[in-house]
């Protein structure tokens, strides 16, 4: 049942957030959007109205807040004794977690900056982590020594460690009912584990090449996965049979992701350009091209109404994802983006480079608003909690920094 409660909620915020990004002010529209949504989603029942109502109130209030935040440092941890692999906050921000080349997870209290516990047990790289939103009482960690750890958030006791992949793993992700892992590995395959018996379920084979990106759709029944073999595989989650393979770029993959309805994908690659494409067909339905340099990192905002991709040129772009016209570009930063990502209200973005800062975007201008400067190397991660005023940035100088 939780599972199906995910799939009727996600359906109803994808539907709400569109409208309401056109019409945030009438009280008639909150009715009006009720009735539709109710139309379409045989699972909200008359019990679930209220629910219903409550979610969309509170996405008209946060549609409608101003972002005149401005972020100032509220800690320096020294987080490993050697560089950093990845950072992640959990669903509501309350903690997060780094990765590092110490071989070592760490899960970390965002209010006060305290360690909560060291994951460990890897013999080698961390080098992929995640929690499993929005549960968030779980962590998965990859590693180059070609196992994935299963962890308790709570006590920071591991549950399993899945073993079957030949080479290092370097992405991974839950599915949205928590139920699976899914990692991507230098061996070529990605395989999804069960949770909660630590089996694995499937082995998705067909890549040439190293997979080094991997999402699952909103739904949890579609995985993506892109390869530097050039091209990126849709598959079934269920059967694990591969349902398309999208072709058409011209380099190594480098990042991949569905939109919130999962009706589209978006792939950046080494041959400087971004693709979308349709997840129902497998056709490339646009192709974001402007970049001088690789394309490493990809997204879109929460409604999928837009995209935003980063470059080792030094720029960031942000796309209409209806017209897939460029909107603005962001520059100013003076070494490669390797990092982006949107705030939840879409209204911002925020990149880390190997300028040593991380830096804050209004989307529409493409002014940058804020340089977050402090980090003594290159910052390679970055991420904004979900209600957008909490930042956490990841630094090759071993430290993690809380923006606030």
């Given at each position: 049942?939780?599972?199906?409660?995910?799939?009727?909620?996600?359906?109803?915020?994808?539907?709400?957030?569109?409208?309401?990004?056109?019409?945030?002010?009438?009280?008639?529209?909150?009715?009006?959007?009720?009735?539709?949504?109710?139309?379409?989603?045989?699972?909200?029942?008359?019990?679930?109205?209220?629910?219903?109502?409550?979610?969309?109130?509170?996405?008209?209030?946060?549609?409608?807040?101003?972002?005149?935040?401005?972020?100032?440092?509220?800690?320096?941890?020294?987080?490993?004794?050697?560089?950093?692999?990845?950072?992640?906050?959990?669903?509501?921000?309350?903690?997060?977690?780094?990765?590092?080349?110490?071989?070592?997870?760490?899960?970390?209290?965002?209010?006060?900056?305290?360690?909560?516990?060291?994951?460990?047990?890897?013999?080698?790289?961390?080098?992929?982590?995640?929690?499993?939103?929005?549960?968030?009482?779980?962590?998965?960690?990859?590693?180059?020594?070609?196992?994935?750890?299963?962890?308790?958030?709570?006590?920071?006791?591991?549950?399993?460690?899945?073993?079957?992949?030949?080479?290092?793993?370097?992405?991974?992700?839950?599915?949205?009912?928590?139920?699976?892992?899914?990692?991507?590995?230098?061996?070529?395959?990605?395989?999804?584990?069960?949770?909660?018996?630590?089996?694995?379920?499937?082995?998705?084979?067909?890549?040439?090449?190293?997979?080094?990106?991997?999402?699952?759709?909103?739904?949890?029944?579609?995985?993506?996965?892109?390869?530097?073999?050039?091209?990126?595989?849709?598959?079934d989650v269920p059967s694990g049979r591969r349902v398309h393979t999208l072709i058409g770029h011209r380099g190594e993959i480098s990042s991949v992701q569905f939109n919130w309805d999962?009706?589209?994908?978006?792939?950046?690659?080494?041959?400087?350009?971004?693709?979308?494409?349709?997840?129902?067909?497998?056709?490339?339905?646009?192709?974001?091209?402007?970049?001088?340099?690789?394309?490493?990192?990809?997204?879109?905002?929460?409604?999928?109404?837009?995209?935003?991709?980063?470059?080792?040129?030094?720029?960031?772009?942000?796309?209409?994802?209806?017209?897939?016209?460029?909107?603005?570009?962001?520059?100013?930063?003076?070494?490669?983006?390797?990092?982006?990502?949107?705030?939840?209200?879409?209204?911002?973005?925020?990149?880390?480079?190997?300028?040593?800062?991380?830096?804050?975007?209004?989307?529409?201008?493409?002014?940058?608003?804020?340089?977050?400067?402090?980090?003594?190397?290159?910052?390679?991660?970055?991420?904004?909690?979900?209600?957008?005023?909490?930042?956490?940035?990841?630094?090759?100088?071993?430290?993690?920094?809380?923006?606030?």
């Open positions: 049942m939780r599972g199906l409660k995910q799939v009727w909620i996600k359906s109803t915020l994808v539907y709400a957030v569109k409208r309401l990004h056109s019409a945030i002010d009438s009280w008639t529209v909150v009715t009006e959007l009720i009735s539709a949504i109710r139309k379409s989603e045989p699972l909200i029942t008359a019990s679930r109205v209220d629910q219903v109502k409550l979610l969309i109130v509170r996405l008209q209030e946060k549609l409608g807040q101003q972002d005149n935040r401005r972020f100032c440092l509220f800690k320096a941890l020294q987080a490993h004794i050697l560089p950093l692999t990845n950072v992640a906050f959990n669903k509501s921000g309350s903690s997060f977690i780094t990765g590092s080349y110490d071989r070592t997870c760490k899960i970390w209290d965002t209010a006060s900056g305290e360690e909560l516990h060291t994951l460990e047990g890897h013999r080698n790289v961390v080098y992929a982590i995640a929690f499993n939103n929005p549960y968030g009482d779980k962590i998965a960690t990859g590693s180059f020594d070609k196992t994935c750890r299963l962890w308790s958030v709570e006590t920071g006791k591991c549950f399993h460690t899945f073993r079957g992949h030949t080479a290092e793993i370097v992405c991974l992700a839950f599915n949205p009912q928590s139920t699976l892992v899914a990692t991507g590995s230098m061996d070529t395959t990605a395989k999804l584990w069960d949770i909660q018996t630590g089996e694995e379920v499937s082995t998705l084979t067909g890549h040439s090449a190293e997979i080094i990106s991997l999402s699952f759709n909103t739904v949890g029944d579609q995985l993506v996965t892109g390869s530097f073999d050039h091209t990126v595989s849709l598959w999962c009706s589209l994908i978006i792939t950046g690659s080494m041959d400087k350009s971004c693709r979308v494409w349709e997840a129902a067909s497998g056709k490339c339905m646009a192709t974001l091209a402007g970049h001088e340099d690789e394309v490493l990192d990809v997204c879109f905002d929460y409604t999928g109404q837009l995209i935003a991709t980063a470059s080792a040129d030094g720029t960031a772009r942000v796309y209409s994802a209806v017209s897939y016209q460029c909107i603005s570009r962001l520059e100013s930063h003076e070494g490669e983006i390797s990092k982006i990502c949107f705030n939840a209200q879409g209204s911002r973005v925020l990149t880390a480079s190997a300028d040593k800062t991380a830096r804050l975007w209004d989307v529409q201008s493409g002014v940058c608003l804020q340089v977050l400067e402090g980090h003594t190397d290159e910052i390679f991660s970055s991420a904004f909690n979900y209600e957008g005023d909490t930042i956490i940035t990841g630094s090759k100088d071993n430290t993690c920094r809380i923006w606030r």
